[in-house]
């Protein structure tokens, strides 16, 4: 039972456009997500969270959307780069500490 | 760099055989969470320590043990290894404030082990 879904398993974007990365989940119990970006051969990278009490958080180049009714939530890179070409999982907290639920990843490609 | 760091990088060993991976955290950070990711299975949490004592455990074999040290480093041991186990084997690590914070988990670059 994947409790954390990515149905994209990749996206092609051509750079200076928006890239939008989607993950779904069904444990209700989620209240904090998070978005990593892994590069191969490396570790995942953190980049952006949420809490479930917030609906958007922004960071540069990257905002997240939580769309807690529709179990929902989206990272949105703009404009996208290159250097943004990676996989980028969602993850799934049920508490703030606790073990983590990632999706399968996306891997996204920016075109030059 | 994470600051997160983890040896081997590499590990190639044969069916049956007992592994040790290691892992140091963050400074500062109390937690140490342990993942697997394998082809089929994506990034699969495993155990987590904190300050010495378990604290979460996930989908660990029984063939497989974890402990946290005084200094706070970790060390994941595999044994009676099969092929399956062939994966990328990731640590983690977080402050862990408890209510009212968010603890954000930083991961190392992994190990890779080769059951042959």
């Known amino acids: 039972d994947q409790q954390v879904k990515q149905n994209s398993p990749s996206l092609s974007v051509q750079e200076g456009r928006i890239s939008i990365l989607n993950c779904d989940y069904t444990n209700s119990m989620f209240d904090y997500f998070l978005w990593y970006k892994k590069y191969p051969a490396e570790g995942p990278t953190f980049l952006i969270s949420i809490s479930s009490i917030k609906d958007k958080n922004e960071d540069g180049r990257f905002t997240v959307f939580l769309n807690k009714s529709a179990k929902h939530l989206s990272l949105h890179i703009v404009p996208s780069q290159p250097r943004d070409s990676a996989v980028y999982f969602c993850?799934?907290?049920?508490?703030?500490?606790?073990?983590?639920?990632f999706g399968g990843g996306t891997r996204l490609m920016v075109k030059p | 760099d994470s600051g997160v760091t983890q040896t081997p990088k590499h590990l190639i060993t044969a069916t049956g055989q007992r592994v040790t991976l290691r892992c140091s955290p963050r400074?500062?950070?109390?937690?140490v969470y342990w993942y697997q990711q394998s082809l089929d299975q994506g990034l699969q949490f495993l155990i987590q320590?904190?300050?010495?004592?378990?604290?979460a455990k996930g989908n660990i074999l029984e063939r497989f043990s974890a402990q946290q040290f005084p200094d706070l480093h970790s060390e994941l041991n595999l044994s009676s290894l099969e092929l399956g186990d062939s994966a990328l084997y990731f640590c983690?690590?977080?402050?862990?404030?408890?209510?009212?914070?968010?603890?954000?988990?930083?991961f190392g670059p992994g190990t890779r082990l080769t059951v042959l």
């Open positions: 993850a799934a907290s049920a508490d703030a500490g606790n073990m983590l639920t």
């Open positions: 983690a690590s977080s402050v862990v404030q408890g209510s009212g914070g968010f603890d954000t988990q930083y």
């Open positions: 320590y904190y300050n010495g004592e378990e604290r």
């Open positions: 400074s500062g950070d109390l937690s």
